[in-house]
């Protein structure tokens, strides 16, 4: 524990417990107000659960985590003592780390050592004798333990082998490969290049954290990319397929027949502009959102795949209508906002770059923020039911007016009526995998969806378990600063009703259609060395590419557009496509609106015509659009569609699958609580002593892709505290000599 002077003022207008992304959020809100703010942290990070970490702090966060195995204690134990570590362990389960062979980092030369009998002549012995007696054992058994990382590589192993509260377990490292050692030695060199995130998500280019983000200007502080493609898992064909998800790719889109286009575009022109025609969607607003598009639009069981997971998906199976339009007109507002995509990826992992940015401005404004801070009990008026202070590991008691925080910040009382509250309960199945190259083909920073039921969980028995849930994936690359150049992360997520059942069953079915599994015959087949040199320069030059910033905004270009032998040539000599875009700027964006108009006049004009000539014709390249003469709006905006977008990848031009398999060579399996309470509450809940007025609970990360509901959930919690405040207004530049 960090030893940390006293506060001299002790009494604020606000204590935030935890630096998870709400709080930031509420934190620079309140001192951008002018309240007074302490926000403390138990972590040596900020972030809370949508933390980042390089590869070696993810194996510590891992281990600590799993190691701290949750009790029932006395009932006379102290009901306001604040048991962080625990309450962050109960939120976590069937935490696995695995570590995949792979011969062909040490050329075909693969040797196995056995650690069982190690393990088993030791087993009486303390942690520390059988670590040292496993360390020793490999040592002498492998030969190329001659660096810093080698020997280190060695440590962890011996110590996974060795323990039994672990995220790895001894009965998982029975033996270890040579290509093991060897992999794991490479992961500790690059350690710093990673940033993995626990929660991973995206922004929408129009979404409420991006309007928030340009409104206060605090975007200032942070980098994106945008989001490449968005693919689907189609189980008839057992292919991952690429989705037309604009309206340039619905009209170059080769997946579509002619027929499909128009039902797609036709729904999509109404779901832009849905809330001024209730009468064609009201008498559904509460049905599932397929019923209503398959009845009102009469929508192929592909465009349905399109509308409702590729554009409308929002981490909800069962949205209704109204939820589901929702989703797709932020979706379609989003599109073209800074290209020809909807999603913006933040760089050097997603979650803590955003709450760092937040914790910067509250900084700015007098919060103050202490990081390894522990807490030790809270102190309650139980008559008044008011929260009063916090007692820190110092002794030191601190007053506010206010407490926010998360769970694992409350007293054993208070988490105990929680968890009582608590009816039906959810979860997130985690993985955080690492590949040697894109599981995309030249699509590098893709997002993609397996539908609920599409996959079989346990093949070859029975009765069969299809996924009850739509599990997500989202790849990152070099190029989002996440992980090396010639690396890529996969990460893997979906919903679950039950604690029950660990994240590798849920999750393993979705891997092994995306990457060879080492050791596993169900996922895609070992690429050869062969293979694997000749297209290994297609990810060579991926770090290099250069980031979207939010302080810039791409110019229109000129030219024609890039073919698909283009883009072929481009990947094969590792450029890249999005190499060449531009950065962006949030006060320069595009003005697409007179475009897009256009665009629909041109498509439904080429789509009558098309109709009218041969339902056999093909459908031929877009053409260039650009805006009526005399048009008002920026420069962007007066350039043809085609060259403002020439180096977008269309819907034909990609592949969908590699080359060659990529191959797993690292996995972090773990399964987080999302649980809440939700009316019904259980019988006799009602009983219990409430939680205190003035303490403020923050709703744990959900598994969507955005960040909407924890963005929204802290405006509420800013308006209800300081009803007459704005809301993060613009932080003035430091030269108008304000208080900034």
């Not at 993810?58 to 029932?72: C, F, G, I, Q, S």
């Not at 039902?263 to 009201?282: G, T």
């Not at 105990?416 to 599981?439: F, K, P």
């Not at 085609?642 to 819907?651: C, D, L, P, T, V």
Request: proline share 5%; aromatic share 8%; with cysteine.
């Amino acid at each position: 524990m960090a030893d940390l002077d006293s506060l001299e003022t002790t009494v604020f207008d606000a204590i935030i417990l935890g630096t998870g992304f709400t709080q930031t959020i509420v934190a620079a809100a309140l001192a951008r107000a002018g309240k007074t703010v302490l926000h403390l942290d138990e972590n040596d990070y900020y972030g809370g659960e949508s933390g980042a970490f390089g590869f070696k702090e993810l194996l510590t966060w891992a281990d600590k985590v799993a190691a701290e195995v949750p009790t029932d204690e006395a009932s006379n134990e102290d009901p306001d003592k604040i048991e962080f570590a625990k309450l962050v362990a109960k939120a976590y389960d069937h935490l696995e780390i695995q570590l995949f062979s792979d011969p062909s980092v040490l050329e075909g030369k693969e040797q196995t050592i056995d650690l069982g009998s190690i393990q088993e002549a030791n087993k009486n012995g303390s942690l520390d004798d059988r670590t040292k007696a496993l360390q020793e054992h490999i040592t002498g058994s492998y030969s190329g333990a001659t660096t810093k990382e080698s020997k280190e590589a060695i440590q962890i192993l011996a110590g996974w082998a060795a323990q039994r509260n672990s995220a790895t377990t001894a009965s998982n490292f029975r033996s270890i490969t040579f290509s093991q050692i060897a992999s794991l030695e490479e992961l500790f060199k690059s350690s710093r290049k990673y940033n993995f995130d626990l929660s991973p998500k995206l922004l929408y280019s129009r979404g409420p954290l991006t309007n928030l983000l340009i409104s206060s200007g605090i975007g200032k502080y942070l980098e994106f990319k945008l989001l490449e493609r968005t693919a689907v898992y189609e189980s008839l064909t057992d292919k991952v397929e690429m989705m037309p998800t604009s309206k340039e790719d619905v009209f170059v889109s080769k997946a579509l027949s002619l027929k499909e286009k128009r039902l797609l575009m036709k729904f999509l022109q109404f779901a832009v502009d849905y809330k001024n025609q209730a009468e064609v969607w009201e008498d559904y607003k509460n049905a599932p959102f397929t019923q209503f598009v398959q009845n009102k639009y009469g929508l192929t069981d592909k465009v349905l795949t399109a509308v409702v997971y590729a554009i409308g998906f929002d981490g909800n199976d069962n949205a209704t209508t109204t939820e589901g339009l929702k989703s797709v007109k932020v979706y379609l507002q989003s599109l073209g906002r800074y290209g020809n995509s909807a999603y913006l990826c933040p760089l050097y992992g997603v979650g803590s770059e955003l709450a760092q940015a937040f914790c910067r401005v509250a900084a700015v404004y007098g919060g103050i923020y202490m990081l390894q801070h522990g807490l030790k009990n809270h102190n309650v008026d139980q008559e008044a039911n008011q929260w009063k202070s916090v007692i820190d590991h110092t002794g030191q008691v601190l007053k506010a007016n206010q407490l926010i925080c998360t769970r694992e910040y409350l007293s054993r009382g208070m988490d105990a009526y929680l968890e009582a509250r608590i009816l039906n309960r959810s979860y997130v199945s985690h993985c955080i995998l690492v590949t040697d190259r894109s599981a995309f083909g030249e699509t590098t920073l893709c997002k993609t969806l397996f539908p609920m039921g599409s996959l079989v969980l346990n093949p070859g028995e029975k009765p069969e378990r299809t996924n009850e849930h739509t599990i997500s994936v989202l790849q990152m690359c070099g190029g989002t600063m996440s992980c090396p150049s010639d690396r890529f992360i996969l990460y893997i997520w979906a919903e679950s009703d039950s604690a029950q059942g660990s994240a590798k069953e849920a999750l393993t079915a979705a891997i092994r259609k995306l990457v060879h599994i080492p050791g596993d015959a169900l996922s895609l087949k070992a690429p050869t060395t062969a293979a694997a040199s000749s297209v290994a320069a297609a990810v060579a030059n991926e770090g290099s590419k250069p980031v979207h910033s939010l302080d810039e905004a791409p110019p229109a270009t000129t030219g024609s557009p890039a073919s698909t032998s283009d883009n072929a040539s481009a990947v094969a000599s590792g450029s890249g496509q999005d190499g060449l875009q531009p950065r962006m700027s949030l006060d320069q964006e595009m003005d697409m609106e007179t475009v897009r108009q256009e665009i629909l006049k041109a498509e439904k004009k080429l789509f009558d015509e098309s109709t009218e000539s041969s339902s056999s014709t093909p459908v031929p390249s877009r053409p260039s659009t650009p805006a009526p003469p005399g048009s008002s709006g920026s420069t962007s905006s007066s350039k043809p569609l085609s060259k403002m977008f020439q180096k977008s990848k269309s819907a034909g031009s990609l592949t969908t699958t590699p080359l060659i398999s990529p191959v797993a060579l690292f996995a972090l399996f773990y399964k987080r609580t999302t649980s809440w309470p939700r009316v019904p509450y259980p019988i006799g809940s009602e009983k219990l002593k409430p939680l205190p007025e003035n303490l403020t609970l923050l709703r744990p990360m959900d598994h969507s892709l955005d960040f909407e509901e924890a963005t929204e959930e802290a405006r509420a919690i800013f308006e209800r505290l300081c009803p007459d405040a704005e809301f993060l207004p613009p932080t003035p530049e430091p030269e108008d000599n304000s208080s900034y």
